[in-house]
């Protein structure tokens, strides 16, 4: 079993940055690969990134590249969602998710979720 619980999500004005944390339970948090997606008022759940876990291999969704970073601390049992340069765009309720199926972009392939946490970003 894996818990997570996420951070960090806040108002921001347009061009701002924010760090979003994902804290894990778990002894073997550091085999789970991990992801973050989002909801939008009125969408769809949508990719966000992922890494790996062991080798720490990530993706992107095309909307975030350049933009987010996505990094793991595992002896603190964390997972980083560094966003920058933010857009009204990227207002969403963000999700971190673990599973075992490596960084995949699916949100079925993961099998644990936190409860999330709300960016907002204003124009």
């Known amino acids: 079993q894996v818990h997570l619980v996420e951070s960090g999500g806040e108002l921001v004005q347009a061009g701002g940055s924010l760090r979003l944390s994902c804290v894990a339970s778990g002894r073997t948090f550091s085999a789970y690969a991990v992801g973050w997606f989002r909801r939008a008022p009125g969408k769809q759940r949508e990719f966000v990134a992922a890494?790996?876990?062991?080798?720490?291999?990530?993706r992107y969704a095309d909307s975030v590249k350049g933009r987010f970073t996505i990094a793991r601390d595992d002896a603190k049992n964390t997972v980083y969602l560094q966003t920058n340069s933010l857009k009204p765009e990227d207002t969403a309720v963000y999700y971190c998710a673990a599973g075992l199926d490596g960084p995949v972009d699916s949100w079925m392939r993961y099998n644990y979720w936190g409860q999330g946490t709300q960016v907002t970003v204003s124009a």
């Open positions: 890494i790996n876990g062991g080798d720490d291999r990530s």
